[in-house]
């Protein structure tokens, strides 16, 4: 009786969950925003949790590689350089951004960001990441930010 009972549950379990609407994982917390006319996985360049994992990427690679105190103190002006959607050619979203960044020291310099999806943690949403134009020292993004600047 027992085993029937536990079988009776584990069935009604596993078709409850089947008819329950779907949600899909959100790593970060909010529901991206799409651009104009297109459904996006990766939010706008301008979302401040995109600007925020690229700041502190900045910040994580100015102290442990150029081994210097300096922080992003403001974003200006980003913008949309280029949109890939997911297709069946293309299984990676990416969103290529620039803008102008000013750092702790007052130097202003030119930033180029890439948001990708799947890429987050876990490939479960998306992941941000960035190259301070002059401040990429070891060419991890290419010369001049190559890689992410593309256009």
Known sequence: MRKLLSGLVLSACILSGA??????????GAEPAAPMNEAAFVPSCQDEK????????????????????????????????????LSEDRP??????????VLSNLEKHTIYYVISYPL?????????EGCVLGLDKWYVYGANCQSLRRF
Do not use: N
Request: glycine share 6%.
């Open 50 to 85: 995109v600007l925020a994992q690229v700041e502190d990427q900045f910040e994580y690679g100015a102290a442990y590689m150029l081994k210097a105190d300096l922080t992003i103190d403001e974003f200006r002006d980003p913008f949309e350089k280029a949109f890939f959607p």
């Open 120 to 128: 987050g943690f876990a490939s479960i949403g998306w992941k941000a």
């Open 19 to 28: 008819t329950a609407p779907s949600v899909a994982a959100d790593y970060y």
């Open 92 to 101: 990676i979203e990416r969103r290529y951004c620039q803008g102008e960044v």
